[in-house]
T-cell receptor, first 115, second 111 residues
Framework: DARVTQTPRHKVTEMGQEVTMRCQPI?????VFWYRQTMMQGLELLAY????????DSGMPKDRFSAEMPDATLATLKIQPSEPRDSAVYFC?????????????FGPGTRLTVL | GNSVTQMEGPVTLSEEAFLTINCTYT??????LFWYVQYPGEGLQLLLK?????DKGSNKGFEATYRKETTSFHLEKGSVQVSDSAVYFC??????????FGQGTRLTINP
């Protein structure tokens, strides 16, 4: 049963610290999405990649957030420096462009708390 | 731009009641439509989808029909269970695999 995995599942950190969240997409998927979920804003798309290249990161605060795909099996989302308003659940999702084109498969999320 | 509007929650029902969660959309072109479900502490899971007008998506007793004339994709289930308690998200595809999500509707089923 192929799944998207995310680590860590929970992270508590202090304001100003660097936070790195990792995602392993489903093997063979060529598109990866990063979302942020909060009570106030709901589900927001931060960035997405296809074939490891960034396609759209317009939803991401550029001054402190960065997203990369070092290889096809790993996507990272980094916040530096973190702020209390970054507290949220961050989801990674993957999909395959070309077959079942629009369906996204979500990971369990990383719950981030910035004190 | 494209958008999805869901009925506001929370929705509370008794077990075996009939469920409808309304979803309407605004889009250019002919998007695919989706319902995702999020159980407590988990990520979103695809519940069902429909790719063209008049298609009916169905899964686990849930159904939704793509209505182009009313730009709607309402989620229905004939008899809900306590285990259906979750947050339900309606979404449309915006091309290039991007999805636009509604704000979510929290459903609670009481025994």
């Amino acid at each position: 049963d192929a799944r998207v995995t995310q680590t860590p599942r929970h992270k508590v950190t202090e304001m100003g610290q660097e936070v790195t969240m990792r995602c392993q997409p489903i093997l063979g998927h060529n598109t990866v999405f990063w979302y942020r979920q909060t009570m106030m804003q709901g589900l927001e798309l931060l960035a997405y990649f296809r074939n490891r290249a960034p396609l759209d990161d317009s939803g991401m605060p550029k001054d402190r957030f960065s997203a990369e795909m070092p290889d096809a099996t790993l996507a990272t989302l980094k916040i530096q420096p973190s702020e209390p308003r970054d507290s949220a659940v961050y989801f990674c999702a993957s999909g395959y462009r070309g077959l079942d084109t629009d369906t996204q498969y979500f990971g369990p999320g990383t719950r981030l708390t910035v004190l | 731009g494209n958008s999805v509007t869901q009925m506001e929650g929370p929705v509370t029902l008794s077990e075996e009641a009939f469920l409808t969660i309304n979803c309407t959309y605004t889009a250019t072109g002919y998007p695919s439509l989706f319902w995702y479900v999020q159980y407590p502490g988990e990520g979103l899971q695809l519940l069902l989808k429909a790719t063209k007008a008049d298609d009916k998506g169905s899964n686990k007793g849930f159904e939704a029909t793509y209505r182009k004339e009313t730009t709607s994709f309402h989620l229905e289930k004939g008899s809900v269970q306590v285990s259906d308690s979750a947050v339900y998200f309606c979404a449309l595809s915006e091309g290039a695999q991007k999805l636009v999500f509604g704000q979510g509707t929290r459903l609670t089923i009481n025994p």
